[in-house]
């Protein structure tokens, strides 16, 4: 599977965008999928995750209730919607594939290439 982040840019605080994350490959629906974001000089964090079915979604309390995670099995596509953004969103957006659990902890086994998200004062 191959994954590409889209969708970023620079709006006002208070804007919306909404991200893609197109993926290659017969084997989409067959992965959690998830969205991460890093800031400057911030460690990578989850931001949200959806299950293979899309019907079961998670949200870091940052978001929660801003961001709206959903996926297209058909179209091989993941989006993040982001409404009421503020200038902490400002990060770049990483698309991943959850694999299988090592030493008890989330494997990644593919990711976007990452897009940026800016968010002005």
């Known amino acids: 599977v191959q994954l590409q982040a889209s969708g970023g840019g620079l709006v006002q605080a208070g804007g919306s965008l909404r991200l893609s994350c197109a993926a290659s490959g017969r084997t989409f629906s067959s992965y959690v999928m998830v969205w991460f974001r890093q800031a400057p000089g911030k460690e990578r964090e989850s931001v949200a995750r959806i299950s293979q079915s899309g019907g079961t979604t998670y949200y870091a309390d940052s978001v929660k209730g801003l961001f709206t995670i959903s996926r297209d099995n058909a179209k091989n596509t993941m989006y993040l919607q982001m409404n009421s953004l503020k200038p902490e969103d400002t990060a770049v957006y990483y698309c991943?594939?959850?694999?299988?659990?090592?030493?008890?902890?989330?494997?990644?086994?593919?990711w976007g290439q990452g897009t940026q998200v800016t968010v002005s004062s």
């Open positions: 991943a594939a959850r694999g299988a659990i090592v030493d008890g902890r989330h494997q990644y086994d593919y």
